[in-house]
């Protein structure tokens, strides 16, 4: 069984509009990320949460948006959608911030 | 620029040959890197790792070699198998990062029976 459960597994949007990426993890862990793989880049860090804080956020844009209502739960909300946030968001997790990180299998974005 | 280069970016070998994948970076603060096994429709898998404090780690038929004076590593799998067949992505952090890792842009490894 997954351990980090992301929803949904492909999500298409049009442009303008506003969707968010589910994650949950049962693994226990305190850290939780979200990186992002598209065709045109490597895979690129965008948010660390520790304990359910902010640690570190390396996305130029406010359109983009970590939620964390509980301790093994990251969503992220993605405001005005366009067609270059097509990629496909991976949420990961590790134990503590210095700890290995698992991946879940992502969700695909694809903004038409 | 491209912080972590991998190459090539592709590569076949044949069942029981040694793939030999490799990584080079910028930045000299890195001192963490770990190589991760992706298959398609799923996440990336942490494969092995090594710190900037040792030249070589060995997990089975894996090995990464480090060459921190010329900020290389190589990712060896001997005896090669189908079942590796995946996206190989080298990554490095530095110290204190907070797993914010830099990923290269992967290597494809097809392993022919």
Request: hydrophobic share 30%; with cysteine.
């Given at each position: 069984?997954?351990?980090?459960?992301?929803?949904?597994?492909?999500?298409?949007?049009?442009?303008?509009?506003?969707?968010?990426?589910?994650?949950?993890?049962?693994?226990?862990?305190?850290?939780?990320?979200?990186?992002?793989?598209?065709?045109?880049?490597?895979?690129?860090?965008?948010?660390?949460?520790?304990?359910?804080?902010?640690?570190?956020?390396?996305?130029?844009?406010s359109r983009f948006q970590p939620q964390s209502s509980k301790k093994n739960h990251l969503d992220?909300?993605?405001?005005?959608?366009?067609?270059?946030?097509?990629?496909?968001?991976?949420?990961?997790?590790?134990?503590?911030?210095?700890?290995?990180?698992?991946?879940?299998?992502?969700?695909?974005?694809?903004?038409? | 620029?491209?912080?972590?280069?991998?190459?090539?970016?592709?590569?076949?070998?044949?069942?029981?040959?040694?793939?030999?994948?490799?990584?080079?970076?910028?930045?000299?603060?890195?001192?963490?890197?770990?190589?991760?096994?992706?298959?398609?429709?799923?996440?990336?898998?942490?494969?092995?790792?090594?710190?900037?404090?040792?030249?070589?780690?060995?997990?089975?038929?894996?090995?990464?070699?480090?060459?921190?004076?010329?900020?290389?590593?190589?990712?060896?799998?001997?005896?090669?198998?189908?079942?590796?067949?995946?996206?190989?992505?080298?990554?490095?952090?530095?110290?204190?990062?907070?797993?914010?890792?830099?990923?290269?842009?992967?290597?494809?490894?097809?392993?022919?029976?």
């Amino acid at each position: 069984d997954p351990k980090i459960i992301q929803k949904p597994k492909y999500l298409v949007a049009v442009t303008g509009s506003e969707k968010i990426l589910i994650c949950e993890q049962y693994l226990g862990h305190n850290a939780m990320y979200w990186y992002r793989q598209s065709a045109k880049k490597p895979l690129e860090f965008m948010f660390s949460y520790s304990y359910q804080k902010l640690m570190d956020n390396q996305t130029a844009s406010s359109r983009f948006q970590p939620q964390s209502s509980k301790k093994n739960h990251l969503d992220l909300q993605i405001t005005a959608l366009k067609p270059d946030d097509s990629a496909t968001y991976f949420c990961a997790s590790s134990q503590t911030s210095q700890n290995t990180l698992y991946f879940g299998a992502g969700t695909r974005l694809s903004v038409l | 620029q491209q912080q972590v280069r991998q190459s090539p970016q592709s590569l076949t070998v044949w069942e029981g040959e040694t793939a030999i994948l490799n990584c080079s970076y910028e930045d000299s603060t890195f001192n963490y890197f770990p190589w991760y096994q992706q298959f398609p429709g799923e996440g990336p898998a942490l494969l092995i790792s090594i710190s900037s404090v040792s030249d070589k780690k060995e997990d089975g038929r894996f090995t990464i070699f480090f060459n921190k004076r010329e900020k290389k590593l190589s990712l060896h799998i001997t005896d090669s198998q189908p079942g590796d067949s995946a996206t190989y992505f080298c990554a490095a952090s530095a110290a204190g990062g907070n797993n914010k890792l830099t990923f290269g842009q992967g290597t494809v490894l097809s392993v022919i029976p």
